[in-house]
Every structure is written in C-alpha cells, then in structure tokens.
C-alpha cells in the first residue's frame, strides 16, 4: 500500500538544504537535519511510489557484501526508531534465517532445492516491518520537526549559482546552499553516476501456502530468510499469509523500453519456478502479483556518500543494490552530518 504523503507544502524560493528523494535514506536525512535546528525542505516527484516502499521489508544489518565500516548496529537503530514511534503494522523482530548452498549444514529444517541444496547457516539479529509505514512515518516526524516537505516536486537538474545552488523542477526552482540527492537507482546521470552497476530487480508474492505446506518445507519458525550466497533468494510472510520471495534481475544495460516488460516477465517465471522448484511440497504455489524496480550499487557493492564534483556543495548518497532498509536509515544520518560539517 503506497505511504500517505504528508501535508504538502508550496516550492519555497530558498532554504539551507534541500533533499531530493523522500526515501528511508532522504527523510532520515532531513529529520536528522530538522531536529538539528537547520531549514531544510524535501522535494519528492511521487510519494510513496520509489523504492523504499517497493521493499521486501526486511531488516538486518548486512549491506549487499556483508559487514561494512559505518553501519555497524544498523539494524538496532532502525528497529529501535520504528518501535519508538509506532509504527503502523509495528516490527516483527524474531531474527532472520541466513541460509548457505552448503550441503556440510544439516538438512533439518531446511532442506531446499535452488541451484544446490539450500540449508540453514545461522539465526542473524533482524526482522521485518511495513517500509511503507516506515516512509510514511520518517516523512510526518521530519515534518514535525520543521522540514517542508513539497510533493510532485520532480527535479530536472542542479547547478551552481553564485556561492549556491539552483535546483530546477519541473513546477518551479529553489536555491539551497547545499543539496542531497537520495534518489538512488532512479536517479542517472550520464556525466556523473556513483553506483554504476545497475539492475531492474523483481520479486513476487505467491498466495498463502497454508500451515502445513509451511511445516512441511521445513519453515516452521516462520522466520524470514535470506541466502548468503548467490544467486541471492530472500522470502518473508505477509500479514495475509502468502508469501514475498526474491529476486531475479534484469540486466538494464541490455533493456530498451520496449522489451523490459517481457524480461520482468521472463524473471518473474524464473523465480516461480525457483519457488515451486525448492521443496515438492511448494511446486503448485499460486502466484499473486509481480512487481520489480531499479536498484543500483557501487562495484565494490558498499552504500556510501559521493560528492558531486560538477555541483559544488552537492551531495549523492545511496548504492544499496536493493539491500538497504536499515543501511539507508543509517546513511541518510551520516549525510545530515557531513551537510552539516
């Protein structure tokens, strides 16, 4: 369900600092700036409809690699936010389930099929919550604590005027002496692109197994799950008993618009297969819906900060390669602190 937008504000003609992108990574930002006293205003093309609502909603601590500089206890802070504010839904903090293609582990509970055998490695701190709840709940509070938040606000370009910084949208400009975009993989830039390697990915729901396909597959702790290896399969249950898996990818490179409908097609029946393919007792699952995104990562596959070196006091952060919840809560801190300095 795609977060309600908060009360939306008109395009002021200046401020301190202005965030483009009203993701988990942008609205942190501007809270953390907010709450630091500082005027700040977040410019969104279409609350609710980016990437961060599109996630499988599970939160660990792990960036696409594994452990990284900067986001140690990630995961905690998130959790501990969105359990300080209530969010909608709450969080389910059971752990998550890391599975390894290692036929070393013992094959009880699980004992799937999904280019070798699929088995559990390790129970890592983690949950799951409404990442839609989640924007929805970061863009209220970093309005209440003093951000002007602008909707329908899609940025054309950026550029620096005198000693600031011109942002141009597609209803009107505002000048800011410093800029974040956190706008992610939606956001390319020929001249100037930080996470360069750059995939459409695509999840699906199947409708609920019910209890005893669940128990008989071996899930009977209900936990979400994730690979530590690849190809990359990640799942969780929904509030309405059926089931999120992922992911296939999409080479954009090789994508032109007329064909990425049918390559999401063709991954969606990949990872279909891939589902009913892992234990008998799910080869006749039903699919519900398929949706897929752009996700986009640095070669070394670490979320990170980049300055624009065409746009002075500009700043880029992002590069979650669709792995990010709690990674982007956490940057989105750490942009606030190096705008501020």
């Not at 977040?42 to 990437?51: C, I, N, R, S, T």
């Not at 100037?192 to 669940?214: C, K, N, Q, S, Y």
């Not at 006749?284 to 300055?307: M, N, Q």
């Amino acid at each position: 369900m795609p977060a309600l937008p908060p009360l939306n504000a008109q395009l002021p003609a200046r401020a301190e600092y202005a965030v483009i992108g009203a993701g988990v990574t942008g609205l942190s930002c501007a809270l953390t700036l907010a709450q630091a006293g500082r005027d700040v205003v977040v410019l969104e093309a279409a609350f609710g409809h980016g990437a961060a609502c599109r996630s499988g909603g599970i939160v660990i601590g792990d960036t696409l690699v594994g452990p990284a500089p900067g986001f140690d206890g990630c995961e905690f802070a998130l959790r501990d936010w969105a359990l300080q504010h209530s969010i909608a839904g709450g969080v389910d903090w059971s752990g998550c389930v890391e599975l390894a293609r290692d036929t070393e582990l013992p094959p009880d509970p699980i004992d799937w099929a999904d280019e070798g055998r699929v088995r559990v490695s390790r129970l890592v701190p983690g949950g799951t919550l409404d990442p839609a709840a989640l924007v929805e709940k970061l863009a209220a509070e970093a309005v209440a604590s003093g951000a002007t938040f602008v909707n329908d606000a899609q940025v054309i370009r950026i550029i620096n005027e005198k000693d600031a910084i011109t942002v141009e949208t597609r209803t009107g400009r505002i000048i800011a002496d410093r800029v974040l975009v956190a706008a992610d993989a939606t956001a390319i830039d020929r001249d100037f692109d930080p996470w360069p390697v750059r995939f459409v990915t695509v999840a699906i729901e199947i409708d609920p197994p019910g209890h005893d396909r669940l128990d008989a597959i071996g899930w009977r702790d209900r936990r979400p799950f994730y690979t530590n290896d690849w190809p990359l399969l990640w799942g969780r249950i929904v509030p309405s008993g059926g089931v999120v898996i992922g992911r296939e990818l999409v080479d954009v490179e090789t994508t032109g618009p007329r064909t990425i409908e049918n390559k999401v097609a063709l991954a969606r029946d990949r990872l279909l297969a891939r589902t009913r393919g892992l234990h008998a007792a799910f080869e006749s699952v039903v699919l519900k819906r398929v949706w897929a995104g752009p996700i986009a990562r640095s070669r070394e596959g670490i979320p990170g900060l980049a300055d624009d070196p065409r746009v002075n006091g500009a700043l880029w952060a992002g590069g979650y390669g669709g792995h990010g919840l709690a990674a982007a809560f956490r940057l989105g801190a750490l942009a606030a602190h190096r705008l501020l300095a």
